[in-house]
């Protein structure tokens, strides 16, 4: 399509939505009932989520157990297990923090996350990027998520619906924004109440795209703020934020991670993005005056396989010297010959509030809070004149002195 291309510095909002979840999660573990019509909700007495065999046959949602058995005797009901699917809802956060910036865990089978312009290039284009993060899911984890990728939240929720099951559909232009629009029953937005559904209805407002059309003015006259905004989300106009669910102060772990390209097995190129991401990390932590004494890092291979080492301080700090210097002897070890490295990632664990580090005999505490003291004063220039106006430590490490 000749059709032009939104900007592109701008961040984006993927949005991943599990298909049939409970039952998908099930089959992990019975996988002899794949294909076959099954519900879960035994325990509850009714169908809770269906698979897409059961739906087929004329199973609903919530219908009885007793009568699912009477009408349709091939099908089989399972019992719930939510210790299994928080463990797989959880593994798929993991994943998706691995590709993008923040990651809002916002059901148990949904999550909404912000990627970077620049980790949509390292896969060559959105296409690619969702192509590899679907496949990541379903080789990893056994079940799939069908996939929104658009320029606001709530378009990346529409988006994700478009093709389920196992949709991976990314809204590059207008034209594909205006299609998806047209595609969309206003009562299939999200957020838009059953009771305003026939107060648009009767404006002749019938899907996503007669929404966006409709006068701002006379709509501001009609309706409230909620349903404002979302025609400006669904416009392209960013108005809701990708929550991480946490109190910046009460996160217990900071993870900074990003994806290169091309792979790589040479450790110091493996090494330096290991110590970009001590600093994203770091930087994260100084911003909210937090610091950890324990520290996880991985490295993540072409074929989706994780290394995971770790490292303790003996005090706590977010000086990014302190983290790789205690990271630095451990690195070898996650390296194989000739494993090709496509992705790296720091944890900042044991998170404690600055004021609240233990003062210890031999000073170490205060000195690292002297050196912390030191990289915030650095940061406020950096944010007043520009990233590369100070070195960084990991610059500092690459310099030949
Ligand atoms: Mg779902």
């Not at 809070?369 to 100070?390: N, Q, Y």
């Amino acid at each position: 399509m000749s059709s032009q291309k939104e900007d592109q510095s701008k961040d984006l909002f993927l949005h991943a939505d599990g298909d049939s979840f409970f039952v998908a999660c099930e089959l992990t573990r019975r996988p002899d009932l794949k294909g076959k019509p099954v519900v879960v909700g035994e325990d509850r007495g009714i169908a809770v989520a269906m698979s897409p065999e059961a739906k087929k046959l004329g199973v609903t949602r919530g219908m009885p157990t007793f009568r699912i058995k009477k009408l349709f005797p091939e099908v089989v009901i399972l019992p719930h297990h939510f210790d299994l699917y928080l463990e797989i809802s959880g593994r798929m956060r993991q994943i998706l923090s691995s590709y993008a910036r923040e990651v809002e865990e916002y059901s148990i089978d949904e999550c909404f996350a912000r990627v970077r312009p620049s980790e949509i290039k390292y896969f060559g284009g959105e296409k690619n990027f969702l192509k590899e993060l679907k496949e990541e899911i379903e080789k990893t984890l056994g079940v799939t998520y069908s996939l929104g990728l658009a320029r606001t939240k709530v378009l990346a929720k529409q988006a994700s619906k478009l093709e389920k099951p196992g949709g991976m559909v990314a809204l590059l232009s207008r034209e594909d924004e205006m299609k998806a629009l047209k595609a969309t029953p206003i009562g299939e937005i999200w957020g838009i109440g059953r009771r305003t559904v026939p107060k648009l209805t009767a404006l002749g407002v019938g899907t996503a795209y007669d929404l966006v059309r409709y006068p701002e003015g006379e709509m501001a006259k009609k309706f409230s703020r909620p349903v404002l905004d979302l025609k400006k989300e669904l416009s392209g106009e960013e108005i809701f934020e990708v929550r991480s669910n946490v109190d910046p102060r009460s996160q217990k772990s900071i993870q900074a991670t990003a994806t290169f390209r091309p792979a790589s097995a040479n450790p110091s190129v493996i090494w330096r993005e290991l110590a970009r991401n001590a600093e994203e990390a770091c930087g994260h932590a100084r911003e909210v005056r937090l610091a950890s004494n324990k520290i996880s890092f991985f490295v993540k291979s072409s074929e989706f396989k994780y290394r995971y080492g770790e490292a303790k301080l003996l005090f706590f700090s977010s000086d990014p010297g302190a983290v790789l210097n205690a990271i630095e002897p451990e690195f070898p070890k996650l390296l194989r010959k000739r494993e090709r490295i496509r992705s790296t990632g720091v944890i900042l664990q044991n998170l404690l509030r600055e004021e609240k580090a233990p003062l210890d005999l031999f000073g170490r505490q205060m000195e690292a809070l002297k050196r912390t003291r030191v990289e915030e004063t650095a940061d406020k220039i950096r944010k007043k004149f520009g990233k590369g106006s100070i070195g960084r430590a990991s610059s500092m490490r690459r310099k030949k002195d």
